[in-house]
């Protein structure tokens, strides 16, 4: 029974040894790709066609990376734009979360047109974090100040509503079935919004 146990013992230590040599022996490589100076980018969202887009939150832009050819088009999103999150839809355009302009902002995937969708006045300065796509299509956002909100692309149509646990509402994503979960920095909780939810007096 000793000698079994030893032969086990040794030949773990010989499976171990050979992983770690191995181990040490693998290089990775990283490709770096250098952006506007100042640009500060924050988030990042691959695309369909192979590009990568990017928000240059202090410089009010969006940026697009061509791997294949280092090549970065820097697209303005307007006067006073500080865009934080960005995702893109299945038709390949980008949606960003604006904090300085406070709206969603859309730029075509191909056309690189720039739109905004403001949100109600009623909502100031809901300091935009990430948003995500539920099943059915809407762009579901967070609002840091306490605010989530929905955007739905086909109409423009926007409901905002105030956090019932106040400031902090921040990451958000959707599930594999499309519905929709975000979290609070600041309350500590996960919150589940009612994919159907529709406010008696709208902001």
């Known amino acids: 029974m000793q000698i079994r146990l030893y032969a086990v013992s040794l030949a773990l230590s010989l499976l171990l040894g050979l992983t770690s040599a191995l ?3 693998v290089q990775y490589d990283v ?4 952006v506007g100076p ?9 695309a369909p066609d192979g590009t990568v887009w990017y928000t240059g939150q202090h ?3 969006l940026g697009r990376l061509d791997p294949k050819t280092g090549k970065i088009v820097r697209v303005p999103l307007g006067e006073g734009s500080r865009p934080h999150g960005v995702i893109v839809g299945p038709k390949g355009d980008a949606w960003v979360t604006d904090s300085g302009l406070n709206a969603m902002v859309r730029v075509g995937g191909k056309s690189e047109e720039v739109e905004v969708f403001p949100l109600p006045s009623s909502a100031p300065n809901a300091n935009l974090n990430t948003a995500a796509f539920d099943g059915a299509g809407r762009i579901w956002f967070t609002g840091q100040t306490g605010f989530y909100g929905r955007l739905d692309p086909k109409t423009g149509k926007m409901d905002v509503w105030k956090s019932s646990k106040g400031f902090g509402p921040y990451g958000i994503d959707a599930t594999p079935s499309g519905e929709i979960y975000y979290v609070s920095l600041a309350g500590a909780f996960l919150g589940k919004p009612n994919l159907d939810l529709r406010p008696a007096r709208p902001l």
Not at 38 to 46: L, N, R
């Open 23 to 25: 181990a040490g022996e």
């Open 31 to 34: 490709q770096y790709y250098d």
């Open 59 to 61: 410089k009010g832009i």
């Open 38 to 46: 100042g640009d500060h980018p924050h988030d990042v969202a691959p």
